[in-house]
Structures are given as C-alpha cells and as structure tokens.
C-alpha cells in the first residue's frame, strides 16, 4: 500500500474531509505483483488511531477478511529449540 504523507495536504486541519478520504481511497486502490486487487471493497476493515507521542498520531487500517494470518508449517529440518537446522542424516 502506498503511504500518504500529511505534507501533501496543502492546507491540511484535522478533520476527515472528502479530500482526505478521497486520497486514503486512492492510496488503498494498489494492486500486488501480479496485478490482483489486494484490497476489496467488500473488505471487512478496522480503523484505529495509533501514535507514539501526544502530537503523533497516524491512522491504521487493518483488513480483518485477512485476519487470522495463516502461517506456514513449520519447517521440518528445523530444531527450534536449538535455533539450528538439524543434522543430514543421508538419504
């Protein structure tokens, strides 16, 4: 997804105007690799606010049709506990 600076905003004042919305829209409108949609309009998305300091605020949209991630196996030579992979014992 791309990101939208505030800097573009010319006269930018905290409210969620159309223009504003208009251009998270856009910026929400990419495609992966291979050109297929990402981001569905039939999406079931979370909007929260997020920010480290008081006047540092950014808004987070999370698509919860991708939720929950499903992870890959773990892999099968892999000694997790030991944090190495695990010995070739030939074939």
Do not use: C
């Amino acid at each position: 997804m791309r990101s939208i600076h505030l800097s573009q905003f010319k006269f930018f004042k905290m409210k969620l105007t159309k223009e504003v919305i208009e251009k998270i829209q856009d910026a929400m409108n990419h495609t992966k690799k291979d050109g297929s949609i990402n981001w569905k309009d039939d999406d079931e998305i979370e909007v929260n606010l997020a920010g480290t300091f008081a006047a540092d605020k950014f808004i987070v949209i999370k698509n919860k049709t991708k939720d929950p991630v499903i992870s890959a196996e773990p892999h099968p030579n892999f000694d997790y506990e030991k944090k190495e992979f695990k010995k070739d014992e030939g074939v």
